[in-house]
Structures are given as structure tokens and as C-alpha cells.
């Protein structure tokens, strides 16, 4: 990718199309626009997580997704082209083993919420899901390799795991918790 931006407004898109990669041009309703659209918007809510206190080695392993994340997304922009390492997977393996060893098991559904940073991890983990969605319509419609997807699904289950984290983390040392859905049945059975 030794191409590098040095005009943004370049008008070549006024017609509905957008450049690839590759030079090719191409529709920015196309199912690779989305799902490379899907992938930037998960990185810039991961960048807006980034604002919020959190531990620093959760910082440091947002950071590190990103960045796998701009490859990811330049490698769905670039058709045929590997950008996204092996490495990549395994280090969201890693994560997510390591995060979820230090949390209690889950006995009930849990919601969005709970610290500003907690819920943003949310948000992070539904568009994730969102960009999954659209790399698998992608993959159904043109060749794409398999890593992009499994990435995007790792990463949606970390940020799950990071939300549970994040809601536990205090910078003044207190422990939080998750926010616990509550059904009806569990409402009426509480009243009676």
C-alpha cells in the first residue's frame, strides 16, 4: 500500500463511485464499500472508547486493534490482497482467554450499560457485529479470504468481554459490576 493521501477532496466520487485499492472504481453502495464503511465506523467508536479511563492494558490492546483494524479494512479494499496476519487472530484469542479468565460466570443476560466506557465497548461490540454481517454478504457475492470474518467475529465476543472489564474498573480503585436484565417473569415473581 505505498500509495498515500495527499488530496482528500478530489471530486471523483461526485458521481457515486469510489476508488479501490487496485485503482479500480466502483459503486459506494457496493458490498464492498459497506463493508469496508462497517470496518472504519467500528475503529472510530473504538477511537471514541479510547477517550474514557481504562486500564492501561486494555488501552494498549484497543490501540493494537486498530491498527489491525486499518488492515483489515485495506485489505477488503485492495480485492485478492492479504493484509491481515494470522498474528491478528491469535492475539484476539489471547485477549479474549486472558479478560474472560478474570471475570465471575455470567447467570443472567446482561445490558448495555453501566459506565460511559462500558457502553461504548457495546457499541464497539454491535457494530462489529454489523461489520461481520456485511464482510460475510461481501464474501457471498466475490472471493474474500476468511480472516476478515473471523477477525470481526472475535473482536464483536472481546469487546463483550472488555464491556464486562470496563464496568468492573473504577479509577479510584472501587470495583463496579454489569448491569443484569431483569424479564417480566423475574419482575412478577419479585412483586408477589
Request: aromatic letters at 4%; proline letters at 4%.
Amino acid at each position: 500500500m505505498a500509495n498515500r493521501l495527499s488530496q482528500i477532496a478530489t471530486r471523483t466520487g461526485d458521481d457515486g463511485s469510489t476508488g479501490l485499492g487496485d485503482n479500480t472504481r466502483v459503486s459506494k453502495d457496493s458490498l464492498r464499500v459497506h463493508a469496508m464503511g462497517d470496518v472504519d465506523e467500528l475503529n472510530s467508536h473504538i477511537g471514541l472508547l479510547l477517550c474514557e479511563d481504562m486500564p492501561g492494558d486494555v488501552r494498549e490492546l484497543l490501540i493494537d486493534i486498530q491498527h489491525q483494524l486499518f488492515n483489515l479494512g485495506g485489505e477488503l479494499s485492495i480485492p485478492g490482497f492479504e493484509l491481515l496476519k494470522p498474528e491478528a487472530l491469535l492475539s484476539l484469542d489471547q485477549a479474549l482467554q486472558t479478560y474472560n479468565s478474570q471475570l465471575p460466570r455470567l447467570q443472567e443476560f446482561i445490558l448495555p450499560a453501566g459506565t460511559r466506557a462500558a457502553a461504548q465497548a457495546h457499541v464497539c461490540r454491535t457494530v462489529a457485529r454489523r461489520a461481520e454481517r456485511a464482510v460475510v454478504a461481501l464474501g457471498q457475492a466475490e472471493t474474500v479470504r476468511e480472516a476478515p470474518r473471523h477477525y470481526l467475529n472475535r473482536l464483536s465476543d472481546l469487546m463483550f468481554v472488555l464491556s464486562r472489564v470496563l464496568n468492573r474498573f473504577r479509577p479510584d480503585g472501587s470495583v463496579g459490576d454489569d448491569v443484569y436484565w431483569k424479564s417480566e417473569r423475574l419482575a412478577r415473581s419479585t412483586a408477589d
